[in-house]
């Protein structure tokens, strides 16, 4: 899937969720998923699909205020033991990305990463990662763009 770009245009929460699902079967330990968009845009709706494809049974919730939460994959999704999800909103600098430990999972090789507003950390993500965004088109319609390069 190297250089391919995909566009989708999602009408509903459920049907963002499905394009995450489906997407997600493309990753495996190591990818780093950035995504970009608007506050409301779909962002964590599509985490939530990707997170129900890793076998996550836990409420998936945006980590605006704790910045990062990792949760376990299921024994049948063994392309990574962890997924991880992190917000960077309200992060103010590469230091603070360190002192939450971002570093310690950020494209390490049993791991999934789902970075929300990763323009927050730009410098610390390498040029190999899964560039999604999200676009407003009405109140419930969204165009989502994947690039993988």
């Known amino acids: 899937m190297q ?3 995909m566009t989708f245009l999602s009408k509903s929460e459920t049907e963002t969720t499905k394009i995450a699902y489906n997407f997600a079967a493309n990753l495996t330990g190591g990818d ?7 506050l409301g845009s779909g962002k964590t709706v599509f985490t939530k699909g990707l997170a129900k494809y890793f076998g996550i049974k836990e409420t998936v919730a945006s980590p605006t205020f704790v910045t990062m939460k990792c949760y376990e994959t299921a024994e049948n999704t063994k392309k990574a033991n962890i997924f991880m999800h992190a917000d960077c909103y309200r992060l103010k600098s590469i230091a603070d990305a360190n002192s939450v430990g971002l570093s310690d999972f950020l494209g390490a090789p049993d791991t999934i990463s789902i970075v929300e507003w990763p323009e927050k950390i730009k410098k610390k993500l390498p040029n190999n990662i899964i560039k999604i965004g999200f676009d407003h088109v009405d109140e419930t319609t969204r165009k989502i763009f994947i690039d993988k390069v």
């Open 3 to 5: 250089n391919e770009k």
């Open 32 to 38: 780093i998923v950035a995504l970009y968009g608007d």
